[in-house]
């Protein structure tokens, strides 16, 4: 069995946690000390918001943690070399049941470590969580071991995915509950799964508190291509506080309490989500033509991210068929890619064969379109039921 649990880690979480406490400040985050059984490793669950989710997990539990990590982490890039090395991370493909990782993590706990997954396996991208996988369930049992229910609130009010910069306002992380084996072993997996799935929901739209900025609405196009008035897609530009239509004209203001108002009597959104489902409705509605293009955008870069060292592969314009996606004179059939997930901002990443890319465009980029579009023309994700995390699976949102 490969040795993960080593001692360089104890001295590095230590040595490396003013850090994370000068970085807790910057982003207006609070929490506190959680007191745990020294003897006793833990699974950590929790709800992902934040890209530092897992050093601010590290302040309040003060012991080294294995985290499952996505591979856009991975690079050659000198300071995630030493982020490697000191803390141990466990890899994990985004968009794949990814068995080496679970068989590491497995590994750790073995050795007495205690790990930690998010389990919705992507940060939020608007005021609702992610799909958990009922996988979940079978992670707990093999594991055997107390499992911790940890939860972030505000982390998406002050730094929401989509968004540039930091809003200010609350921003905590805790335990909300510790499950002891005996009743984990009590619990039917139907309960244990619902008991995840309510622990680790947060709506931060519905907790009152506001989020201060006078650039609250930039970017949400990175999100939004859906104009919900007059249909139009890509017609959505944002500035300041407010994102409206350049084919309609509708405007609609993004609130401090992250709620949508607009002076239109045709929209009839309150919440971000809102819109976003509305968006799915449209994609899996959408008649789709043989060579029509589904997606385009003028400039992107495309690399393959399979090893450490990304490689470019392509540059120019993206363009989405039902047959083809291509990016400048590159292009792979859409009936190769099996997974896929949307990066922090401007990207998207996608798995094909024993291949792992990634897209990266302008500021103001939209992957999750061509996510939402995987899910009509990729083979390989509609024989699956469709993805789950971004919603277009049946019965899913």
């Not at 400040?25 to 530092?52: A, G, M, P, V, W």
């Not at 930690?116 to 594991?143: M, T, Y």
């Not at 002050?158 to 805790?174: D, E, L, N, S």
């Not at 500021?363 to 996510?371: A, D, M, P, Q, S």
Request: aromatic share 12%.
């Amino acid at each position: 069995m490969k040795k993960h649990v080593k001692f360089r880690h104890r001295i590095f979480f230590p040595v490396l946690r003013p850090v994370a406490r000068l970085l807790a400040c910057r982003y207006h985050f609070k929490t506190k000390k959680e007191t745990l059984d020294k003897k006793q490793n833990y699974l950590i669950l929790s709800n992902h918001q934040s890209f530092l989710d897992p050093a601010f997990v590290a302040i309040s539990i003060r012991r080294p943690i294995y985290f499952a990590a996505s591979d856009a982490l991975w690079s050659r890039k000198w300071y995630v070399r030493l982020l490697l090395y000191a803390f141990g991370p466990i890899r994990i493909r985004k968009g794949t049941a990814d068995i080496s990782c679970i068989r590491a993590l497995y590994s750790v706990v073995k050795q007495g470590g205690t790990v930690a997954i998010f389990p919705e396996g992507n940060r939020q991208w608007n005021d609702s969580c992610f799909h958990i996988e009922r996988s979940v369930v079978k992670l707990v049992r093999l594991f055997k071991i107390p499992v911790i229910l940890y939860n972030f609130h505000g982390g998406y009010g002050v730094q929401p995915r989509w968004g540039k910069g930091i809003r200010k306002g609350k921003y905590t992380g805790g335990i909300k509950e510790i499950i002891p084996v005996e009743r984990l072993n009590a619990m039917s997996d139907d309960e244990l799964y619902e008991e995840i799935v309510s622990g680790l929901n947060v709506v931060d739209s519905e907790s009152g508190e506001l989020y201060r900025s006078k650039r609250r609405a930039e970017y949400l196009e990175r999100e939004l291509f859906v104009c919900p008035k007059c249909g139009a897609q890509d017609t959505l530009v944002s500035s300041g506080n407010e994102i409206s239509c350049k084919k309609c004209g509708l405007t609609v203001a993004y609130g401090e309490d992250l709620r949508l108002k607009s002076a239109d009597p045709d929209f009839h959104f309150g919440r971000l989500v809102e819109w976003y489902d509305y968006q799915l409705g449209y994609v899996r509605e959408f008649h789709i033509e043989k060579e029509q293009t589904l997606c385009t955008d003028k400039s992107v870069r495309l690399f393959d991210k399979t090893t450490q060292e990304r490689v470019k592969v392509a540059e120019g314009e993206i363009t989405l068929s039902k047959e083809l996606l291509s990016v400048g004179e590159w292009s792979i059939s859409t009936s190769e890619i099996f997974g896929g997930s949307a990066n922090d901002g401007n990207k998207f990443s996608f798995n094909a064969g024993d291949k792992s890319y990634i897209v990266i465009g302008d500021e103001r980029f939209n992957g999750i379109k061509y996510l939402l579009f995987f899910n009509r023309v990729c083979e390989q994700i509609v024989k699956k039921g469709g993805d789950k995390y971004y919603g277009l699976a049946p019965g899913k949102r």
